[in-house]
């Protein structure tokens, strides 16, 4: 029997699991290894261990059990972290309420949320005060099933309503501006349709309003809770305790940005939506996301917006290993907007048949870019997909896209993709050896030059795990090297220092020897960051030539229009006057 509410909750939850919700865990012998969120870490240093109930972090020292571990995440006392705990687990401690005097505060505002959302609901369903608000979900197709099903409330015209209500039951005023409920002057949210905001174990920790009366336009649509002690905007995605129960019949969720779209899907029988309350998702959002699948359906607003949001996600998804695809809903449309005019089946397809894969994103954000494409701009969209589909390994993918080309350019699939292998054949280092392509004079000094850097590069990655992250962060991420061995190389150190932190120039070596992988490091170099600076740029700058290279031999065909020569003579001259800057940058380093 557990004498405290300390120890029931350590008897009843598990630390792993715990931790995991926050931070991406991997399993390294016994124990499991994460990013440190207590001290800068960019490499595994903390470890938990499932056996004994701790986690320790092997650089900062911080260490403990799970109340522990949310009390110093959360910024919480400790009995307040114990009680989160509590919360989120379904862990029963109303036997310890009598002795513990300091009755929990975090049960309190959990307790707040969910009174201030029955008294939302009660008002919904007072036929006289909620008819305009009915009406208007109806309106948007919301019937009387899905209103109970998300316990969508209504906050009235009385400004003090909801206050009033939460003070005669106990609760302070103080309560009410800690939860966001109210402000020192009234509720905080008046007239307004009131959804619920329930985290993963399904209690209320939030609200989102919306207006819906014609007179209160001047208002701002959409309103939500502050952050709150039981609330974290980042750490929240809506409707994720429901559709759980969904992913038994689906085996994805599909990710939006709002919760309207959610509820508007929900109703029309899809129910393996969630909403991630905005455009950009937090680690804390993906790994809760990666307790219950690896499968997502990326769905956001069709704008601008929406289009650059799917970046994040990506980048999101791609980091802790997950399965994507992307829809793009067309005309700017929201799920929301796009399922009231179309129809729920139309927008099924578009979720199961007509999404994409990241090439297929790149692909469909660039051609937004460029707008309409005209014989003017006709070559440069090319190239644009030309370039970044260039290191593109799946057949599938570069096919399916050179397809969409010919489409939307109206030049037969043949022509394309022979000029797709043509491109290819330019940038190939290994060009050379190819007898089809007539190599031009400065092509091979440019190619030696470029490798040379290349080499370099992987030399300071091997030298110090710093020298590695520093490049990691000047380059923008592991993929930039040409030379497919080399990047290889340089992918495969980034895994060593992932998994084993902190190592040794010869221990690198032993273990890429141990992986096959025999480099020929050179330990003579004086290495200093100056000198690799000097390194990345010239890095740029012999990509830069290459591009110039390109461009230049793309002038020399004939059939070029005089516009697109203009265009690409424009271009040429970017490209130069940026090459030219990087040595004067570079000249000033000396
Ligand atoms: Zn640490």
């Known amino acids: 029997m557990a004498s405290n509410i300390f120890e029931k909750v350590l008897e009843n939850v598990d630390i792993v699991d715990v931790v995991r919700r926050y931070v991406d865990l991997e399993p390294k012998g016994k124990n499991l290894f994460g990013v440190c969120p207590f001290h800068d870490d960019h490499s595994p240093s903390m470890s938990v261990s499932k056996e004994k109930g701790i986690f320790y972090c092997f650089t900062c020292h911080e260490g403990g059990n799970a109340i522990k571990f949310i009390e110093k995440y959360k910024k919480l006392s400790s009995i307040e972290a114990a009680t989160f705990l509590a919360q989120e687990y379904h862990i029963d401690i109303s036997e310890f309420d009598r002795v513990s005097t300091q009755t929990s505060t975090i049960n ?16 919904m369903n007072d036929e006289n005060l909620s008819k305009e608000a009915r009406e208007y979900l109806k309106g948007r197709g919301i019937d009387d099933n899905t209103i109970n099903e998300f316990k969508i409330g209504l906050s009235i015209e009385d400004s003090q309503a909801l206050s009033k209500t939460l003070m005669s039951k106990g609760y302070l005023k103080s309560d009410l501006i800690i939860t966001s409920l109210a402000n020192e002057n009234e509720d905080l949210f008046i007239d307004r349709i009131m959804v619920p905001i329930r985290n993963e174990s399904g209690r209320v920790v939030a609200f989102g309003g919306r207006i819906y009366k014609e007179s209160s336009k001047d208002q701002s649509k959409y309103m939500n809770s502050k952050e709150s002690p039981i609330f974290k905007k980042g750490e929240t995605i809506f409707n994720l305790d429901k559709a759980i129960d969904a992913l038994k019949t689906t085996n994805y969720l599909i990710i939006n940005e709002g919760y309207m779209d959610v509820i508007t899907s929900y109703s029309r029988g899809v129910k393996n939506a969630v909403a991630i309350m905005g455009t950009n998702i937090t680690d804390e959002q993906v790994n809760l996301l990666k307790k219950y699948t690896k499968n997502v359906a990326i769905c956001l607003d069709g704008d601008k917006a929406g289009m650059d949001g799917v970046k994040n996600l990506i980048r999101g998804f791609e980091k802790a290993n997950m399965n994507y695809s992307v829809t793009i809903l067309p005309n700017d449309a929201d799920p929301d907007e796009f399922i009231r005019k179309n129809g729920i089946e139309l927008y099924k397809e578009y979720i199961t048949t007509r999404r994409l894969d990241k090439m297929g994103y790149i692909y469909e954000v660039t051609k937004k870019d460029y707008g309409a494409i005209t014989s ?22 570069i096919e399916t896209n050179l397809r969409k080309l010919s489409l939307d ?39 030696n030059a470029f490798s040379k850097a290349q080499e370099i590069v992987i030399n300071y990655s091997i030298n110090d795990k710093s020298y590695f992250s520093y490049i990691e962060g000047r380059m923008g991420g592991r993929l930039f090297l040409r030379d497919k061995e080399l990047r290889k190389i340089f992918i495969t150190i980034g895994d060593l220092y992932d998994y084993y932190g902190i190592l040794t120039a010869s221990e690198v070596n032993m273990k890429l020897r141990e992986k096959g992988i025999d480099f020929d490091y050179n330990e003579t170099y004086s290495y200093s960051t100056e000198d690799l600076d000097k390194i990345l740029i010239t890095f740029k700058r012999e990509s830069l030539k290459e591009e110039i290279a390109f461009i230049k031999a793309t002038l020399q065909n004939n059939l070029l229009s005089k516009d697109e020569r203009d265009n690409y003579l424009l271009d040429l001259q970017s490209k130069q006057r940026e090459l030219k800057k990087l040595w004067i940058r570079n000249k000033k380093n000396y």
């Open 376 to 397: 003017f701009n006709l070559e440069s969209f090319k190239n644009d997909i030309f370039r970044q589909m260039r290191d593109e390994t799946s057949n599938t993918t």
């Open 409 to 447: 350019l109206k030049i037969s699939y043949e022509a394309i993709k022979e000029d797709f292998k043509q491109y290819r054949l330019r940038l190939n280092p290994n060009y050379k050896e190819n007898k089809e392509v007539k190599a031009e004079s400065n092509k091979f000094s440019v190619k």
């Open 108 to 123: 309190k505002y959990y307790n707040a949320m969910d009174t201030a959302s029955k008294f939302y609901s009660f008002l």
